[in-house]
């Protein structure tokens, strides 16, 4: 009997087949099984390929850095009762509001706004609305270098039993700062000329 493989070795090696020491050659169904393990890794590098092809890249999302808002509390120490009640809060970048507010005794609406409005004006402000019934003084100052910005305060009076309580809001824009102790020794000062001092 011949033997036939001489013919069949360059056909299965062309089918990724393999010859045994035997020179028998391997049963079909191990060559299909080589055959389907060869294209399923194949097919699954392919897959990751595309994947990683498709897949969005993630990117660090950077942290925007806001300036943090922070609110003063109230300076107790003061004996002035304005100082007591000063706060302020905001920040460099995102501007700033100061306020306070005082109980004067024994003095009448009309009397209080003509008093804060004198004293305001003498200081340098602008007044730019007053409203005795109301008791509301609106005052501006042009801000230095402010390209025409101007910094807003604001006066409330309002009568209650044995005289008025004064309120005062001062605020600056962003990019803006004041002495701190300036504003409260300022709003002091207010106070005080409502008190006929």
């Not at 169904?29 to 392919?46: I, L, R, V």
């Not at 808002?69 to 501007?95: H, I």
């Not at 004198?118 to 008791?135: E, K």
Request: proline share 5%; glycine share 8%; with cysteine.
């Amino acid at each position: 009997m011949k033997k036939t493989i001489p013919l069949l070795l360059p056909v299965l090696l062309a089918l990724g087949g393999c010859v045994s020491s035997g020179n028998t050659t391997q049963p079909e169904a191990a060559q299909t099984k080589t055959a389907q393990t060869e294209t399923a890794q194949m097919e699954t590098e392919t897959a990751q390929t595309e994947t990683t092809q498709t897949k969005p890249v993630r990117q660090k999302k950077q942290r925007q850095k806001t300036p943090r808002q922070k609110t003063v509390q109230p300076n107790k120490d003061d004996s002035r009762e304005c100082a007591r009640n000063f706060t302020y809060d905001g920040s460099f970048m995102r501007g700033r509001t100061f306020k306070t507010n005082a109980f004067v005794k024994n003095v009448k609406q009309g009397q209080a706004i003509q008093r804060a409005a004198r004293y305001i004006a003498n200081d340098g402000w602008q007044i730019n609305n007053t409203d005795s019934n109301l008791g509301i003084i609106s005052a501006s100052q042009t801000v230095s270098y402010g390209n025409g910005k101007t910094a807003p305060l604001n006066v409330g009076v309002e009568p209650v039993q044995g005289g008025v309580k004064v309120s005062l809001s001062y605020s600056i824009s962003g990019g803006l700062t004041t002495p701190v102790d300036a504003v409260q020794n300022f709003f002091c000062s207010v106070v005080q000329t409502i008190e006929g001092k």
